[in-house]
């Protein structure tokens, strides 16, 4: 289930770019944020992401490139960097009731 994409908090109390079990973890669930890239994006195209690399890519979904629902590239860029996504988390199928 996707909830959205962690922001990055540069006050961490430890070395290193992640979280610990119990941290507070800020999240952007809707609306746009910054992300790195490996490469190449075109804007309105699906974001995934690589496990492998442990980045933002607009390469076809794979064993290790994941596609993740609601994300699209905000804007054009090339090489490798940042670029803004826009975040729209799906909501939740709703079972009907009879």
Known sequence: VFLGVV???PNLP????GYARYDNVP???MGVIAVETEGNVTK???ARWNT???KWTAAAQSVT???VP???????ATAPGVSPVRVRRPNP???AMS
């Open 7 to 9: 922001e990055a908090m």
């Open 14 to 17: 430890r070395p290193g770019d």
């Open 27 to 29: 999240l952007c669930d």
């Open 44 to 46: 309105g195209v699906q």
């Open 52 to 54: 492998a690399t442990r």
């Open 65 to 67: 490139v994941a596609t």
């Open 70 to 76: 609601g994300c699209t590239f905000e804007e054009t």
């Open 93 to 95: 199928a709703t079972i």
